[in-house]
């Protein structure tokens, strides 16, 4: 089965086609535009103005997608080797889940197409089921295998930071959320107290490998408590604190703030993986959302789920981590639900 995804659910306008088959999917074409650099200078996304620019990136994307998927400049033409639409509903921006929403809906109206709404949270796990050439460092990658249930999902993004039990396909039990800030947005938010552009989180994994990780050693909230959740501001509120103590900043102890701030994330996130790994004796742990890009993390988590004995690390290849639209489609595919484009209506705050 071959499906065209549609995101937009934050600043990227994304389309891909992946082909279903079985237990996994085949990346045909990933295609995306960012307004990043505009967001970059302002230190956040203005949701007005990323909306804007996906609605006038959103035709080329979709063109650049099936003529690179199909092979053909007869775009048109190309549709009817598209067996289905899936498109992000939420959670997101409005103004930006509309322009995707709005596109699928016309497409599937237009060309008589089922069309398949997906959580993007939802999708950023099933970005672990797509096979692509690359291997991702360290971590077994889900071309060679395929994640087994019962699985545990760590979804790490700007926006989320959630534990979930997955017994099958579409089965999600939330085990714990962030009472606060998401792990991405702790990143994001402590880069901007050290001048760092957005978003923070790659360049802080950049400049940790050159900092000394003893100099500062800052809290791990709730690592130590019965709960499955997350709280990352309160580490925030000591970086700051920290840097005011600072007389000058200068980029040795950027650096050093760098390396004990993604330790403290890192230790957190994989510390609770692995507990509840091996409490609920899953067979996979699958990693996503944008953090999952983090190299650090991602070894930290392999090296560290080896006492969950009979427990697998899937990671996604980097480019698959951030938002895309493969794995919007991949999620369609494994959850193939179909539902009438009347019914379906952008959802901000949608959860699991
Ligand atoms: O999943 P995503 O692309 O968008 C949301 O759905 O939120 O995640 C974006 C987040 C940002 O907070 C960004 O700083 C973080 O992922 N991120 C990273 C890395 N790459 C992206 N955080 C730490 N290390 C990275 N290498
Ligand atoms: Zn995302």
Redesign the pocket.
Known sequence: MTILGIET??D?TAAAVIEGKNDHVLLKANVLATSLSLHAKTGGIIPEQAAREQAKYMLPILKETVRKAFDTSDILASFKYIDAISVTYGP?LIGSLLVGVETAKTIAFTLNKPLIPIN?MVG?IYANFIQENKKSNHVTSPQSEVPQFPALALV?????TDLLLMKNHGDFRLLGGTRDD????A??KI?RMLGLSY????E??RLAKQGNPKRFYFPRPLLHEATYEFSFSGLKTAVLREIKEIKQLNNELIKDICCAT?NAIIDVLVKKTVKAAKEYSVRSILLS???A???T?REALELHAKDALETKVFAPPKFL???NAAMIASAAFFNYSPMPWRKITADPELYF
């Open positions: 659910s934050c990227e997101g993007h950023h790490v993004s700007g926006g989320h998401a792990a991405g947005e990143f994001d880069g978003p923070a989180g790659p802080i994994e993604q959302g944008g953090v890009a983090n190299q993390l981590c951030t938002d």
